[in-house]
C-alpha cells in the first residue's frame, strides 16, 4: 500500500494500467479488420486524390513541383484527425458502460485516457509510415537531411499527442457516440481552412488571419520549411508562419495544460 500510495508508486501503476489498456485498444484494432484497411488506404487516397487531381491546377508560390508543396499538409491534416478519433472512442466507451466497468476495477484514474492517448499515438504513426510511402513514390522527398526531418515528424507527433487530449475531453462531453459520429465532419473546415493545399494569400483578410493563425498551418509550415519542400514562409507574413516550430511546440504545450486536467476532472466527475 505504501508503493500505492507514494508518487513514483502511483505514476508506475498508471502506465501499467495505461498500457495495458493502450493493448486493449490495439487489440480492438485486430476485431475489427475494416478500421486497419480504412487506416492503410486513407493515406494513399489522399495523396492521389490531391496530388494529382489538385496538382493539375494550382501553381506553387515560388515554383517547385505541387506534390512536394502538398505533402506536408497531408501530413499536417493526419495529424489533426487525431482528436476525432479518439473522441468518439471515448464517447462509444462511455455510452455503451465501459468506463463504469473500469472504474470498479482497482485501477489507476489516469490509465483510461493514457491507453487511449497512447493507442491513438501508435496508430498514427502507422499512417503517418504509410503517408511518407505513398509520398515517396508520388515524387515527395525530404532535401534538408536527416536531422531537420526527424525534427519534423517529432513536432507532428508531440502535436498529435497533445490534440488527443481535446478528443478525449470532448468524447467525455458529448452525450453518446451518435453525437460524436456527427461532429466528425466538423474537423473538415480546420484542415481546408490553411495553407495545407492552397497559399493564403489569395484568401479575404478576415479568412487569412484564422487561416495563418490556424494549428494546422503553422505545422505545415514548419515541415515545409525542415524538409526543404517548396511554399516555406518568407517575406512578411503572420508570426505563427514567421516561426512555426516556435509556434507548433506552443500549440502542444497549450492544449496539453489545458485538456489533460480537464479531462482528468471530466472523467472523474463522470463517475459519481
Known sequence: MTVLTSPLGRLRWTLTDGLTLVGRE???LRQEPGQIVAALVFPVIMVVLFGYVFGSAIQVPGGGDYREYLM???FAMVT???WLGVMTRMATDASRGVMDRFRSMPMARLAVPFGQTGADLLT???MLAIMVGAGL???WQPHRGLIPTAQAFLLMIVLRYALSWVGVYV???VKNDQVADAMVPLGLPFTMLSNAFVPTDGMPGWLRFLADWNPVSTLTA???ELFGNPGAPSGDVAWPLAHPVTTVLLWSAALLVIFVPLSLRSY???GR
Do not use: I
Request: positive net charge.
Open 268 to 270: 472523474m466527475r463522470r
Open 222 to 224: 514548419a515541415s515545409r
Open 72 to 74: 506536408p499538409g497531408l
Open 137 to 139: 513514390l508520388v515524387g
Open 171 to 173: 468524447g467525455l462531453a
Open 80 to 82: 489533426f484527425s487525431a
Open 124 to 126: 498514427g504513426l502507422l
Open 26 to 28: 490495439l487489440g480492438r
